[in-house]
C-alpha cells in the first residue's frame, strides 16, 4: 500500500509579497520526503505560477496538494471571476493582467503555459463568476 | 560520508541554553539539550550568525593559530582584502603587508591579486555559450554549503572556479619555488588571514576534490592586535602590494559582480535575503541575469565574525584605499591555441557540487510519508507559539525531532502546563466534594 499525504495552505489575496510562500513550503516538503531535485523544481514551479495567478486574478484562493511515491496532485481552488476562454488563456503571452500587476513583473502571460509544461497533465474548471479549479499532476518515474 | 567538520563551536561552560542562536540559525541546525546548545554537524553552515547573536560569547569560531607554521622554513601570509579595511587612517596597503613581513612571515601574496585573476576568468566563463545562467558564485563558502543542502536545483549554476584563497595560495607556492630554487614544497606553509570561520572549515575539510593549498586559515582578530603594533613602525616602505580596485573590491558585496563588466548581475548578501533570492532563482521566476554574487555575511566579507572593524566602516575605508588605483594588476595572460572562453585546469574544481538531502525522512518515500503523517499529527497537537522552550527553533522542527526518536513530547512546557491545569482542576474537585459530604453530615 503507498502512503498518502495531504498539505494544505491558503493562498492570501492581499498580499504580493507573500505570494510564493506555499511553493516555497511544499519545496522543502518534497526535499524532507526524498524526490529528486528535478520533481521538486517542477512541482514548486507550477505550484507558485498557480499561487500568483489566484493572487493575481482571483484575491486568493487555497492550495491541497496530495503527495504518494508515484504522483504529485497539486489542486488550486478559487473564487474569482473564471476564466472566459481558456484556449485563449492557455496561449503564451496572453495576459489579462491589469499595468499595476504587470508594473510589478508579473502578468507576462506566461503563467498557465509554464503550469501546463512543468506537469504531466492538467485539468482547469472554470466558471464565470463562480471561480476556478486546477488540477495539476506530476508524475514520478520509478 | 565523512563528518563535516566545522569551525563554529560552542563552550559549554559559557552556553546558558538560552534561545538566542537557536531562533536565529537559518538552516535550523542548533537544538538546546541537556542545558546548552547541540550543533548538528551535518545542517550546520559555519554562517556564524550564532556567534553574532550569542549574548555570552559561549559561541566562537575556531582558527589555527601563528604558533602552527613556525616550523615550517617558508612562511607566506595571504591576507584577505577586507583585512585593508580594519585599520583607521590608513593610507598605504604596503603598511599591512610590511607589517605582516615583520610579524615573521617570509612572504606576502595579496589574495586580492588572485581574486583579480578569477574575476577574469569568471568573465570567461559566463561568455561561455554552455555555461548554466545565471552563473552564480563559488567564492562564499557559506553559500557553496547552503546550495549543496538545500537548493539541489541550483548545484550547477554554481561556478566551478576555485575561489581566490586557493588561487592565491597556488600561486604563492608556485612562486615561492621558482624564487628560492633550494625550497620544496614541504618547506613551505600558506597562511591565510581570515575574516571568515567558514573559510577555516572549507580548508579543514577539503572542501573541493583535492587537497587544499592553504596550510593555515589565522583569524583577523587573533592577528590583529600584534599586527597593529609592527605597523606603528615608521620605515621607508617598499611598493609590495600588487592588487587593483577590482581585488580590493572584493572585500564587500558588489565588488566582485562590479568586475564582469556586465550589468546583469545581483550581489545580495545577508543569510536571509539571500535565502530568498536563491528561491526565487529556483522558482525559475527571476529577472534575465547572467551573474549572481551571495554573501552569507551583512555587507560581504567584510561582515564575517573574525573582522574586527563594523562592515560599513571598513567597506568606507577601502572605498579612500583603492580610489587611485588602477582598476586591476593582474590579467589573464591568453594562452596559445586556446579561445577566448580557456580557463587553465588548476583554477576549475573538477569535482559536481553535490547534493546531500539533509533534511530527508527516509530513503524510501513510502516510509518518509508516513514519518510526515506521524509529523503533522504532532504539530496539531502543539501550541503554534514557537517559543523554543522544548529545545526545538519551532513547534515543526519540535514535531520532526519527536517523530525522528531525538525529543519526546512531553518536552513541550506549553502542553505540559495544561495538563498540569487539568490534574490540578480533578484533584482539587474531589476533596471540596468531600468536606461538602462532611459538612452534611
Given amino acids: 500500500m503507498s502512503e498518502t499525504i495531504q498539505f494544505h495552505y491558503d493562498v492570501d489575496g492581499e498580499n504580493f509579497t507573500s505570494a510564493g510562500e506555499a511553493s516555497v513550503q511544499i519545496k522543502q516538503k518534497l ?16 505550484m507558485y505560477e498557480g499561487e500568483i495567478n489566484m493572487v493575481i486574478h482571483a484575491g486568493g484562493g487555497v492550495a491541497d496538494v496530495f503527495v504518494d511515491p508515484e504522483s504529485i496532485k497539486i489542486i488550486l481552488e478559487d473564487h474569482g471571476p473564471g476564466i472566459s476562454d481558456i484556449s485563449l488563456a492557455m496561449q503564451e503571452g496572453f495576459s489579462t493582467a491589469t499595468d499595476t500587476v504587470r508594473s510589478l513583473g508579473f502578468g507576462a502571460g506566461m503563467g498557465l503555459p509554464n503550469m501546463k509544461r512543468y506537469t504531466d497533465s492538467m485539468e482547469i474548471d472554470s466558471e464565470l463568476g463562480k471561480g476556478t479549479k486546477i488540477t495539476m499532476v506530476v508524475n514520478v518515474p520509478i | 560520508m565523512t563528518e563535516y567538520k566545522h569551525s563554529v563551536s560552542l563552550d559549554i561552560e559559557k552556553c546558558k541554553g538560552c534561545t538566542n542562536c537557536l ?47 613556525k616550523d615550517f622554513k617558508w612562511k607566506i601570509a595571504l591576507p584577505a582584502p577586507s583585512l585593508y579595511g580594519q585599520f583607521d587612517s590608513l593610507d598605504e596597503i604596503d603598511y599591512v603587508l610590511q607589517g605582516l613581513l615583520d610579524l615573521g612571515f617570509d612572504d606576502v601574496f595579496e589574495v586580492a591579486r588572485a581574486a583579480e585573476l578569477v574575476s577574469g576568468y569568471t568573465r570567461r566563463y559566463i561568455n561561455r555559450p554552455n555555461s548554466i545562467k545565471p552563473v552564480i558564485s563559488s567564492a562564499c563558502p557559506v553559500i557553496v554549503r547552503l546550495i549543496s543542502l538545500r537548493f539541489p536545483y541550483l548545484c550547477d549554476n554554481v561556478m ?12 604563492a607556492k608556485k612562486q615561492a619555488l621558482e624564487k628560492n630554487p633550494d625550497l620544496c614544497e614541504s618547506d613551505i606553509a600558506t597562511c591565510f588571514i581570515s575574516p571568515c570561520p567558514a573559510k577555516v572549515s572549507y580548508v579543514k575539510n577539503d572542501a573541493t576534490d583535492k587537497k587544499s593549498y592553504v596550510d593555515c586559515v589565522v583569524s583577523m582578530s587573533d592577528i590583529y592586535f600584534s599586527l ?18 577590482i581585488g580590493i573590491g572584493w572585500a564587500s558585496t558588489g565588488g566582485e559582480s562590479s568586475a564582469i563588466f556586465n550589468d546583469k548581475y545581483l550581489a545580495a548578501d545577508g543569510i536571509e535575503n539571500v535565502m530568498k533570492v536563491l528561491d526565487q532563482i529556483d522558482n525559475g521566476t527571476f529577472p534575465d541575469l547572467e551573474f549572481i554574487e551571495l554573501n552569507a555575511c551583512n555587507g560581504g566579507c567584510v561582515g564575517g565574525t573574525m573582522a574586527v572593524e563594523n562592515p560599513y566602516i571598513a567597506k568606507a575605508r577601502l572605498q579612500t584605499l583603492k580610489r587611485y588605483l588602477p582598476v586591476s594588476q593582474n590579467w589573464n595572460r591568453k594562452t596559445a591555441g586556446e579561445d577566448d572562453f580557456y580557463i587553465p585546469d588548476d583554477y576549475i574544481i573538477q569535482s559536481e557540487l553535490e547534493y546531500k538531502p539533509v533534511s530527508q525522512l527516509a530513503n524510501d518515500t513510502n516510509e518518509a510519508i508516513k514519518k510526515m503523517a506521524d509529523i503533522q499529527a504532532v504539530r496539531e497537537q502543539l501550541p503554534d507559539l514557537d517559543c523554543g522552550s522544548c529545545g526545538a527553533p519551532t513547534c515543526q522542527a519540535f514535531a520532526y525531532d519527536v517523530v525522528k526518536g531525538e525529543a519526546s513530547e512531553d518536552e513541550c512546557i506549553v502542553k505540559m502546563r495544561m495538563r498540569i491545569k487539568e490534574l490540578l482542576k480533578s484533584d482539587y474537585a474531589k476533596p471540596e466534594k468531600e468536606s461538602a459530604e462532611n459538612d452534611s453530615k
Fill in chain 2, 160 to 171: 566551478p572556479l576555485q575561489p581566490p584563497m586557493e588561487i592565491a595560495a597556488m600561486l
Fill in chain 2, 228 to 245: 597593529l603594533g609592527v605597523m606603528k613602525k615608521a620605515k621607508p616602505l617598499l611598493p609590495l602590494s600588487r592588487s587593483g580596485m
Fill in chain 2, 23 to 69: 531562533k536565529r540559525c537559518p538552516t535550523e541546525a542548533i537544538r538546546i539539550r541537556n542545558g546548552h546548545a547541540v550543533i548538528n554537524s551535518s545542517r550546520c553552515i559555519d554562517c556564524g550568525e550564532c556567534i553574532r547573536i550569542c549574548p555570552y560569547k559561549a559561541k566562537k569560531a575556531i582558527s589555527d593559530k601563528l604558533d602552527a607554521i
Fill in chain 1, 31 to 46: 526535499r524532507q520526503l526524498g524526490f529528486t531535485p528535478d520533481i521538486i523544481r517542477r512541482v514548486s514551479i507550477a
